[in-house]
């Protein structure tokens, strides 16, 4: 079992591992001299009748062979785990730059339960697999053959016994270990499934009471737990048979080197001095397999998590995430750009069907266009394209004359505002969340934002004021008010391009009109696309666009649509109140 991917990943960290390596053949020539020595104190003693002070020198020696292992083995230790930690850091790092680079396309993919498990308890599943079953792989090779180099030159029989019996321990154990695969990988499948269930339900508490529903999601809870209970057993039963396996085969082969070792003292072939030694080395010789069978099972988890976390890491980025011409970062940083789609297409997965088809669109400079349509007509999907969390199927998005791709993503999102329909607000105080929009604003310049954003005044009222801690999520929070707390933090923003996607479709209607002044003033002066859902809203704008399948299939003002009487009049007309 030996993952090459995992293994390059330690790379930097091969010092730390062959020190690990090192310390561990050291540990083992401590213990042939331990051996050496204490055969020598036996035979003085019991045979020659040494005294305490001629056999005093072997012992203290074996007292500072013992202290010197100790040593070895927590310097060992230490490099091991060093170098397993600076893997899983460096692997974190990597996995979570890659799930955001992703997107939030792909996270709305993917099972959120599913996606954690992978990055905490997956990355740490490499702990053992790193620490412990990559050094001792090479320890069962190395030691068995140092200690065969020591007892061959004293008793090539004892060592042909060695030499046919050591490689049994590895062969049962990769045989075990082939019925052990799949259940550990279903192990880490169920432990993964439970988990993401586990936070749907959290996520889902208030739907789960008010359905009523709630006790059987605990049933379900308890019967996908009862599965991960049962997996785990299945996994242990491998385990204990794959140990008692090992240990009997590693007995019955040091109680066979010690029957031959016996028969020969008996009829006077070996020195009893000799014969101790070699029955000393014996369990010597088969410790590093019978650890490297312990630790087998370790290792599997290890490499299971890994094919998860690699198959992550494999995903292709869908934009330019670090890259991007100087030429055209300036022309960004200018703020004066126009942005056109160009016969834009988009498939969310190769083969499907469209989100969008063909598209043409201009947003010019100051200019503010609405987008309207049914649900599904792929409004949200422009919004996707222009924040550059995907990349068109076919056709281009310019800026200016040129490609938006060549820019760089992080730098393109520096010039784009976004106010979405649920904002999400982290936990944390509601400065901190406002700060979001700009780190390096003063608290006076947060103060203004919210001001602006019409939040400063219920701001004020709560108990802590801008040091109020929010739960995940905003919790304490109305949804007029946590819409206010975001149209602050893209206010901060100070970006020249806003997209508003449905920022007041939610909103009673005292809080919609609070947020739609936050919002005048966030539109003034900057360019704006809005995905309306509100008649009021598209009033505002210079220009409305309206979808259908992935198509614009009318613009104008909305005078000019009414009269045309398309889509967009039976849209106003067949909705009742203000809503299209």
Known sequence: MFDKRLVQEGRPVWGLLLLTVGMGMGIALLAVAQAWFFSRVVAGVFLEGATLSRVWNSLALILGIIVLRAVLQWVSDLSAHEAASHIKSSLRQRLMSHIVSLGPVYARGERTGELITTVVDGIEALEEYVSKYLPQLLLAVGIPLLILGFVF????KSGIILLLTGPLIPFFMILIGKLAEKKSLHLF???????AHFLDVLQGMTTLKVFGRAKDQTRVIERISDSFRKATLSVLRIAFLSALVLEFLATMS???????????????????????????????????????????????????????????LDLPLTCNVDVGKDVEDDQVLASD????????????????????????????????????????????????????????TAGEIFVNDGLLKTISAKKWRQQIAYVSQTPHLFAGSIEENIHFGRPSATSSEVKRAAQ???????????????????????????????????????????????ILDEATSNLDTESERVVQLALQRLIHGKTALIIAHRLSTVRQADRILVMEQGQIVEQGKHEELMKEQGLYYRMVTEYRGDSL
């Open 189 to 195: 499948q169920s432990l993964s499934w439970m988990s």
């Open 254 to 312: 040091t109680a066979l080197v010690a029957v031959t070792i016996g028969l020969r003292l008996v009829y006077g072939t070996l020195t009893f001095s000799v014969g101790l030694f070699l029955l000393l080395l014996a369990p010597e010789f088969y410790t590093p397999l019978r650890t490297l069978g312990l630790n087998f099972h370790a290792g599997l988890s290890g490499v299971n998590a890994a094919g998860r976390i690699f198959e992550i």
């Open 153 to 156: 030159p004293l008793d090539w």
């Open 337 to 392: 750009f126009n942005i056109s789609f160009q016969h834009v297409s988009l498939s969310y997965q190769l083969g499907k069907n469209l989100a969008l088809n063909g598209v043409n669109l201009s947003l010019k400079f100051g200019e503010k266009v609405a987008l309207v349509g049914p649900s599904g007509a792929g409004k949200t999907s422009i919004a996707q394209l222009l924040l550059r969390f995907i990349e068109p």
């Open 452 to 498: 602006a954003a019409s939040a400063h005044e219920f701001i004020l009222k709560l108990s802590d004021g801008y040091q109020t801690v929010l739960g995940e999520g905003g919790t304490r929070l109305s949804g007029g008010q946590a819409q206010r707390i975001a149209i602050a933090r893209a206010i901060l923003k100070e970006a020249p391009v806003l």
